[in-house]
Nanobody, 121 residues
């Protein structure tokens, strides 16, 4: 059974930094893409960043230049370094990954349980 477990959320002042981590566990063959989404109260879930196994990244303009996504393929772990945080970054952040399992041999999309990030003075 595949699980994604996030950590690293919390309360930070505007301009501060946080680092989120998400580790995938289970009998995993491959993880083509890993990423982060977020959902603020009353808003739709939105993409924050994605990274492929080879290291190609993608960000929306709202976080470009402030957030950096990276991954450790040996540990099946993805990270999100968030700098210069703003109050509008406040949301529940969800880890997301396309994961190939061996039994059955298939690729499916998985989500973590979410971690709260609050940016406030």
């Amino acid at each position: 059974q595949v699980q994604l477990v996030e950590s690293g959320g919390g309360l930070v002042q505007p301009g501060g930094s946080l680092r989120l981590s998400c580790a995938a566990s289970g009998v995993i063959v491959n993880i083509p893409t890993m990423g982060w989404h977020r959902q603020a109260p009353g808003k739709q879930r939105e993409l924050v960043a994605t990274v492929t196994r080879s290291g190609s990244t993608n960000y929306p303009d709202s976080v470009k230049g402030r957030f950096t996504i990276s991954r450790d393929n040996a540990r099946n772990t993805v990270y999100l370094q968030m700098n210069d945080l703003k109050p509008e970054d406040t949301a529940v952040y969800y880890c997301n990954a396309d994961i190939t399992t061996i039994s059955p041999l298939s690729t499916n999309n998985y989500w973590g349980q979410g971690t709260q990030v609050t940016v406030s003075s």
